[in-house]
């Protein structure tokens, strides 16, 4: 047998080294995973007069893939939007209702300033009834509330609608519900 | 011990840790990956179990021009893979409940663009995409099946644009008969399971058979074959094989050519059971699969039956360097380096093996 000969044994390491650092930043990069998790809210009213708001609190805790990595979760994104009418009875009617608009804001617990989530415009309200409607949050809000969304998992979201264009605005039930997809990539 | 006692002593401690391997616990898919259904997951996953199938099946061969000798050599390389824009997405398939818009009213949003009545399957990303996009549904009822159909979210992916395969660490065995075989075994401890692959490549030179090249000695023919065995303990196992042709032609500076071709295919399943479901998790799934807690189960398959291959080597004293670029579903480029450690017997014995001159 040859014997060894060392100088290409060098540049073998070397080569194979090479290659191997090289595998080994892409896969670094592919150690984190990011999944969508779907939060629904409800939104009631009793005997209210619009204008005027409801407030959902939302606790991620009671979401296990939340919970379960909170301290793994590297980013926590607002991404969409959907919100719909469950249920409209007062005046205006479901038929002939429709609101200018209908914001959406989000407010961490322990703090006063809301976040703009969304806005609907010009709701007509047979158009919601039970059929989602959907809006990206802007990235600047998202980039804006995603480190708050990932060290505070419990937060308010307040509906606020505006007087309606027609009827007194004036509702013994308001039933409206939002869901509301995060991007949470978890470091595995 | 005579040739047969040798040959199942090597089986048996080839074989041995497969038996090991498949003793431990199934792999439990923790409640964050509760998002996938069997359908999603073998979409999600297929382009890179596509990758790890044509990482397998690269560097078989870098010549077909094999030494009538004895010869030991080590060679490592590294196969990437180019992920095309095709292997980016996959239909993915929404709740049953989805069909029938007395249960359920739906629609998503792409690029601003909202798609009513979403149902059957959508496009998502796969393990190689961008940003999925969640699928917004509205019970109908307040009871019954419909209060379960509600909006679903899926699997990102990581964006990626090329991804390296399996790095092959191979021991090469050549014989005098032109023969060459390519061992590989990797195995990868991982907690309580592990991963273990071997692989076994053979190349023939056929064109002395065949009466080819024979006032060219430096261009060579030869057929291959290999057979890859992965085990991924209680929860993935897959055989695949290659199966091809390839010519090359050196020259007396170290340097040479070649090309090829390769079917290859892979079969086997993957199989995780759910970690119990949280009774008290605020979320529960639209897909009755993931209420149900039902295993994940798939077919560990390949995008890629077919490539074509061109390449060269150097070879400077015992070191060879080959580089090679292959057309397949998911495109490859392979470089690595072989170290030839010894060889004997033969025509000649003091050097080690050239690119070899002998018809």
Redesign the interface.
């Known amino acids: ?2 014997k ?2 060392f ?3 060098l ?2 390491a070397v ?2 080294t090479t ?2 650092i ?2 080994c930043s ?2 670094d ?2 150690d984190t ?6 939060i ?1 809210m409800e939104f009631s009213w009793r005997n209210r007069q619009a204008p005027d708001t409801t407030v959902d609190f939302v606790n991620l805790m ?4 939340y919970r ?2 909170m301290d793994d979760i590297q980013s926590a994104k607002l ?2 939007v ?1 919100y ?1 009418m469950d249920t409209l009875v007062g005046n205006p009617s479901i038929e002939n209702a429709e609101f200018a608009f209908v914001e959406f804001y989000i407010r961490f617990q322990g703090e006063q300033q809301q976040h703009l989530l969304g806005r609907y415009e010009n709701v007509v309200v047979k158009d919601y009834y ?7 949050v802007p990235d600047d809000i998202a980039l804006l509330v995603s480190e708050a969304v990932r060290t505070k998992p419990q937060f308010d979201v307040i509906q606020r609608y505006s007087l309606p264009k027609n009827g007194t605005g004036f509702f013994p039930q308001l039933e409206a ?1 939002v ?1 509301l ?1 995060i ?2 990539e ?1 470091k595995l | 011990m005579n040739y047969h006692h040798r040959i199942a002593a090597l089986a048996a401690v080839v074989l041995l840790p497969f038996g090991w391997a498949s003793a431990q616990p199934p792999l439990e898919v ?6 996938f259904t069997s359908q999603s997951a073998a979409g999600y996953f297929k382009p890179l179990l596509t990758t790890l199938q044509e990482g397998f099946a690269s560097n078989i061969y870098h010549t077909a021009n094999y030494a009538p000798k004895w010869s030991i050599g ?1 060679d ?3 196969p990437w893979m180019v992920i095309p824009e095709s292997h980016k997405t996959f239909s993915a398939q929404l709740p049953d409940c989805y069909s029938d818009p007395r249960l359920a ?5 792409r690029s ?1 663009t ?1 798609t ?1 009545g979403i149902k059957g399957t959508v496009v998502q990303p796969t393990y190689y995409g961008t ?2 996009t ?1 699928a ?3 019970p ?1 009822q307040g009871s019954g099946e419909a209060v379960f159909c ?7 992916g ?1 964006d ?1 644009g ?3 395969g399996l ?1 092959n660490i191979q021991l090469i065995v050549g014989a005098p008969t032109r023969t060459e075989l390519r061992i590989r075994v990797v195995p990868v401890p991982e907690g309580e399971r592990s991963i273990l692959y071997l692989g076994f490549g053979l190349a023939q030179q056929v064109n002395q058979w065949m009466k080819l090249f024979t006032d060219d000695p430096t261009m060579a023919l030869a057929a291959s074959f290999s057979l890859h065995l992965f085990d991924w303990s209680s929860t993935a196992s897959a055989t695949g094989i290659t199966a091809g042709v390839h010519y090359s032609k050196s020259w007396g500076s170290g340097l040479s050519v070649m090309g090829g071709t390769q079917f290859e295919t892979i079969s086997g399943d993957f199989t995780a059971v759910r970690e119990p479901l ?1 009774p ?4 529960v799934s639209a897909y009755e699969e993931i209420r149900r807690n039902d295993p994940i189960t798939m077919p560990f398959e390949s995008l890629n039956s077919f490539r074509v291959v061109a390449g060269g080597s150097y070879r400077t ?3 060879e ?1 080959h580089l090679d670029a292959a057309v397949a579903a998911q495109p490859v480029l392979s ?3 072989t ?1 030839w ?4 017997g033969g025509e000649t014995s ?3 093996p050239t690119p070899s001159t002998e018809p």
Do not use: C
């Open positions: 047998m040859n060894i000969m100088r290409g044994l540049a073998a080569v194979a290659l191997i090289n595998a892409v896969v990069s592919l995973f990011t999944m969508q998790l779907p629904n009671e979401y296990s893939v379960d990595n991404y969409q959907a719909w039970k059929r989602p409607h959907i809006i990206t519900r869901d997809a991007r949470l978890v | 923790e409640r964050e990956f509760n998002i080590l490592l390389s590294s009213q739906t629609a998503d949003m601003g909202t009513r940003i999925a969640p917004f549904s509205v109908q509600k909006t679903v979210g899926f699997a990102e990581h990626v090329i991804m390296p790095p949280d008290s998790d605020a979320q004293s015992v070191v360097f470089a690595g380096i170290f450690l010894a060889q004997w003091a050097t080690p």
